[in-house]
């Protein structure tokens, strides 16, 4: 019998090993964004925008033109890209520790503003690069570095849902939480990322997806707990769907 190739790698993405730990969601994550840069035609006028994390060598894996923002800052960044080329498909590819502790400002006035890019938000509830510390994401109960006895709603108040919150803004088009731990969610999780890639090249206004994914090491797991995590733990207090809309099309999944 004739082999027959069924599966590929993104002709975007690199031929080399990722350094992100065994069971992390980023390469699943970098995967759906060179498909739907490559199918949609936008490879030749993209400029990613990556800020500081376990994403921070986002250029090494997606081959596009890439700038390197300080930590947060990664929205401000894009939004000088953006307005400087707005020919370019400009995008943003941040973690929550990133986007919503120290970038929480950006992240807000760049919806609000409405501004013609995408932000691409993978939340793992905690600080992955830096050792494990608890995230504005982290849930309650959860044990980190720094808070080794979980965290605690009336010490540190409850995670944050982004997706809700940025929804809300008056510039937002679109808002999404989508997730990483089956093949059914990854199937929508795509389907996500290509709307809202599509609203920008429609010049609409804001687009959002966050990710909910994996970090194996700093929780403690293995692989398959933690993609059991994400069903059993995340969705309850992150659920999954579509927060806003304005192109009048309806759900993105």
Not at 220 to 243: C, D, W
Request: glycine share 12%.
């Amino acid at each position: 019998m004739k082999d027959e190739l069924v599966f590929e790698r993104p002709s975007v993405m690199t031929d080399r090993g990722m350094h992100y730990c065994p069971g992390c969601h980023h390469g699943v994550a970098h995967r759906l964004v060179a498909e739907c840069l490559v199918e949609m035609g936008l490879v030749e006028k993209t400029i990613a925008v990556s800020a500081i994390g376990c994403s921070v060598f986002l250029y090494n894996y997606i081959s596009v033109d890439t700038v390197e923002a300080p930590h947060g800052r990664a929205p401000a960044v894009a939004t000088g890209v953006k307005r400087a080329r707005p020919d370019a498909f400009v995008f943003t590819y941040q973690g929550d520790g990133d986007l919503a502790s120290i970038g929480l400002a950006e992240i807000m006035h760049c919806a609000n503003r409405g501004e013609r890019l995408t932000v691409v938000f993978v939340n793992n509830t905690v600080y992955g690069m830096t050792g494990g510390q608890m995230a504005p994401t982290t849930l309650i109960g959860q044990k980190t570095t720094t808070c080794p006895g979980g965290r605690c709603q009336d010490r540190e108040g409850g995670p944050m849902n982004m997706a809700e919150i940025i929804a809300g803004l008056g510039g937002t088009v679109y808002s999404t939480r989508v997730a990483l731990d089956s093949v059914k969610h990854i199937v929508q999780a795509k389907k996500a990322i290509k709307k809202a890639f599509t609203i920008q090249e429609q010049d609409l206004g804001f687009g959002f997806v966050e990710l909910l994914a994996t970090c194996p090491t700093n929780w403690r797991m293995t692989p398959l707990q933690a993609n059991e995590r994400i069903a059993k733990e995340m969705i309850p207090v992150f659920p999954l769907g579509v927060f806003r809309d304005a192109t009048g099309e309806g759900g993105g999944k």
